[in-house]
């Protein structure tokens, strides 16, 4: 369990790198809306490398600019509370829109509502409060999680 703990967002790289290559091999395949929700999958498992290994150092930016933590190597945000965030909850949501898409519209708007959160928090909320211009996850957020957001209100169904 601690070697999952430590390095579930190396996992995700991993997860990305082979969900592209069966959204490559299935693309014909796929709907729109299939093809964005796998999509919106593989640019979370990419935004949390962002944030968790390069440049990977969210939890610490979190913890001081957020919630001014006196241990911000640890407290709030920690090994337990970034894997249960992220892998239980995070990863779970988005499969299973990926998974179910229009039998489950309200879970795809719900994953998208959360890549729209994290565009907000990574271009605004994170730069605004920790005076900075960048912060781990903002790249991702910005470059991936805008456009698949875009691209779902723009959907037509």
């Not at 795809?108 to 994290?118: E, K, P, Q, T």
Request: charged residues 10%; contains cysteine; positive net charge.
């Amino acid at each position: 369990m601690s070697l999952l703990r430590k390095h579930w967002f190396d996992l995700g790289l991993l997860f990305a790198v082979l969900a592209s290559l069966l959204v490559w091999v299935r693309f014909g395949q796929l709907n729109d809306l299939q093809l964005l929700l796998w999509i919106s999958l593989i640019t979370l498992w990419l935004h949390q490398f962002e944030e968790y290994r390069y440049p990977g150092y969210f939890p610490g930016m979190m913890n001081k600019v957020m919630f001014q933590s006196e241990q911000p190597d640890r407290y709030p945000l920690n090994t337990n509370t970034s894997l249960v965030v992220n892998v239980y909850i995070g990863w779970s949501l988005y499969l299973l829109a990926a998974l179910l898409a229009e039998h489950a519209i309200w879970l795809a708007m719900a994953s998208i509502l959360v890549s729209f959160g994290n565009v907000l928090a990574h271009t605004f909320m994170f730069n605004i409060r920790g005076r900075t211009a960048y912060n781990p996850g903002m790249a991702t957020a910005i470059l991936l999680f805008l456009p698949l957001t875009v691209g779902f209100c723009q959907r037509r169904n």
